[in-house]
């Protein structure tokens, strides 16, 4: 009687042991573990990409925080060293932040505080600036430009030695005259960006010159000469800066020596590479961008000084006299520019303008000289190209359209940049 509950006790506890273990156990079906297989979700290809678009977008943005970080520390630290000691109680990081954040915001866009990269990305569109008047160097900028020139006129002369008695019949000597003239420029262009927003520049052009005449008898003549031109310095200060409705606007002055050859110190078989006047041009300029593309226009006068020069003259009276001194005052000359520069990418940029130049008549010893009064104007085309970081070409097209003009102008200029002082 003993024995046997306890056989039954012993035995229940087996028993469920046994359920338990069954219980727990993986099933040892092999088609149940290929069903579980194949009932696990695969992942959408959509899903893939949207995540790893993600993860690229919050890269960019980690980016361009440390890039604010940056630059505000940058800030905080200048404005810390340029701020004079004060008594008062310093104010919570917070509300400063808040208080100089467009401050802050102003001073990023000003070319002073562009990085290498920021300024990189904008040199095509600066250079195209540059050359054309509309952009000063930041200070402690040096620029040289090496640019050659080539221009190329032509002209024809019809005189007529008579009387004319009917307005077709002419009683008398008719002569015609055919000029050709092609004239090469190299010159050497050095800029330097000063404090107080002021560009100091200085120029010396040396060149080739030579002109053909051909008469009516088709007998060439040819004259040509190699030295060196006029040279001229300037200097510019910007007034304005972009902001809202106003453009930059900058103020230059310029002055322009004798140092060349000119027409009226001629011996035979050369040309003039200079004017033989002094002069001294004063210009405004506007420019106002509209990303990518920045418009700009120019005004400019100009003051040739008079001089006396030795001319040639034909006195009946006296045949022995052939020259003279006479006393030349030169027209002054009133010009504009209009235009535009195009950003196509961050290397490289297109230009477009027009100008135009109206000079009055020059007078010898106080009365007008007949043909004097000259009117200019060109059609221009370039572009340049960033190569390499503070190298570039810049290559210029123009054609004129008025008589006065040459025919055909191009110049290629390589100019390359250097930092001589930080300017900051």
Same mark, same amino acid.
């Given at each position: 009687?003993?024995?046997?509950?306890?056989?039954? /006790?012993?035995?229940?506890?087996? /028993?469920?042991?046994?359920?338990?273990?069954?219980?727990?156990?993986?099933?040892?079906?092999?088609?149940?573990?290929?069903?579980?297989?194949?009932?696990?979700?695969?992942?959408?290809?959509?899903?893939?990409?949207?995540?790893?678009?993600?993860?690229?977008?919050?890269?960019?943005?980690?980016?361009?925080?440390?890039?604010? #970080?940056?630059?505000?520390?940058?800030?905080?630290?200048?404005?810390?060293?340029?701020?004079?000691?004060?008594?008062?109680?310093?104010?919570?990081?917070?509300?400063?932040?808040?208080?100089?954040?467009?401050?802050?915001?102003?001073?990023?866009?000003?070319?002073?505080?562009?990085?290498?990269?920021?300024? $990189?990305?904008?040199?095509?569109?600066? #250079?195209?600036?540059?050359?054309?008047?509309?952009?000063?160097?930041?200070?402690?900028?040096?620029?040289?430009?090496?640019?050659?020139?080539?221009?190329?006129?032509?002209?024809?002369?019809?005189?007529?030695? /008579?009387?004319?008695?009917?307005?077709?019949?002419?009683?008398?000597?008719?002569?015609?005259?055919?000029?050709?003239?092609?004239?090469?420029? $190299?010159?050497?262009?050095?800029?330097?960006?000063?404090?107080?927003?002021?560009?100091?520049?200085?120029?010396?052009?040396?060149?080739?010159?030579?002109?053909?005449?051909?008469?009516? %008898?088709? %007998?060439?003549? @040819?004259?040509?000469?190699?030295?060196?031109?006029?040279?001229?310095?300037?200097?510019?200060?910007?007034? @304005?800066?972009?902001?809202?409705?106003?453009?930059?606007?900058?103020?230059?002055? $310029?002055?322009?020596?004798?140092?060349?050859?000119?027409?009226?110190?001629?011996?035979?078989?050369?040309?003039?590479?200079?004017?033989? *006047?002094?002069?001294?041009?004063?210009?405004?300029?506007?420019?106002?961008?509209?990303?990518?593309?920045?418009?700009?226009?120019?005004?400019?006068?100009?003051?040739?000084?008079?001089?006396? $020069?030795?001319?040639?003259?034909?006195?009946?009276?006296?045949?022995?006299? @052939?020259?003279?001194?006479?006393?030349?005052?030169?027209?002054?000359?009133?010009? *504009?520019?209009?235009?535009?520069?195009?950003?196509?990418?961050?290397?490289?940029?297109?230009?477009?303008?027009?100008?135009?130049? *109206?000079?009055?008549?020059?007078?010898?010893?106080?009365?007008?000289?007949?043909?004097?009064?000259?009117?200019?104007?060109?059609?221009?085309?370039?572009?340049?190209?960033?190569?390499?970081?503070?190298?570039?070409?810049?290559?210029?097209?123009?054609?004129?359209?008025?008589?006065?003009?040459? %025919?055909? #102008?191009?110049?290629?200029?390589?100019? *390359?940049?250097?930092?001589?002082?930080?300017?900051?």
């Amino acid at each position: 009687m003993f024995y046997r509950p306890m056989f039954l /006790g012993v035995m229940l506890v087996i /028993g469920t042991l046994c359920s338990n273990a069954q219980t727990g156990a993986a099933p040892a079906n092999p088609a149940v573990r290929r069903n579980a297989v194949v009932q696990t979700p695969r992942e959408d290809p959509v899903d893939v990409k949207i995540q790893q678009a993600l993860r690229e977008r919050d890269a960019i943005i980690r980016n361009l925080l440390e890039r604010v #970080q940056e630059l505000e520390n940058r800030l905080n630290v200048a404005s810390v060293e340029a701020a004079p000691p004060s008594s008062a109680a310093p104010s919570t990081p917070s509300s400063s932040s808040s208080t100089t954040s467009e401050s802050r915001l102003a001073a990023v866009v000003n070319n002073s505080t562009y990085d290498a990269a920021e300024r $990189h990305a904008s040199e095509a569109l600066d #250079q195209a600036l540059l050359v054309r008047g509309s952009l000063l160097l930041p200070n402690g900028k040096l620029e040289v430009d090496n640019t050659a020139a080539y221009f190329s006129m032509s002209s024809d002369h019809l005189t007529v030695d /008579g009387f004319a008695l009917l307005p077709v019949l002419v009683v008398g000597d008719i002569t015609s005259q055919r000029l050709r003239r092609d004239i090469l420029i $190299h010159s050497f262009t050095a800029r330097l960006g000063l404090p107080k927003r002021l560009q100091m520049d200085f120029t010396l052009p040396y060149g080739y010159v030579l002109n053909r005449t051909v008469d009516a %008898n088709n %007998n060439q003549t @040819t004259a040509s000469q190699f030295g060196l031109g006029d040279i001229q310095a300037g200097l510019s200060d910007q007034l @304005t800066v972009e902001h809202g409705s106003v453009p930059d606007l900058l103020a230059s002055i $310029h002055f322009k020596s004798t140092t060349g050859t000119n027409s009226y110190d001629l011996q035979s078989a050369e040309t003039s590479l200079g004017t033989g *006047f002094n002069s001294l041009q004063g210009s405004i300029t506007a420019a106002k961008s509209s990303d990518p593309v920045v418009f700009f226009g120019n005004v400019s006068y100009t003051k040739s000084l008079p001089a006396h $020069h030795t001319i040639p003259v034909s006195n009946p009276t006296e045949s022995g006299q @052939t020259t003279t001194v006479g006393f030349l005052r030169p027209g002054d000359a009133f010009g *504009f520019q209009l235009g535009s520069v195009l950003a196509l990418n961050t290397e490289t940029s297109m230009t477009m303008g027009w100008d135009q130049r *109206f000079t009055r008549q020059t007078k010898l010893n106080g009365v007008a000289l007949p043909a004097s009064y000259l009117v200019e104007g060109s059609l221009r085309i370039g572009t340049s190209y960033t190569y390499a970081p503070g190298r570039m070409v810049d290559i210029s097209f123009g054609v004129g359209l008025t008589p006065d003009t040459p %025919n055909l #102008q191009f110049s290629v200029g390589f100019p *390359f940049r250097r930092t001589l002082w930080s300017s900051y």
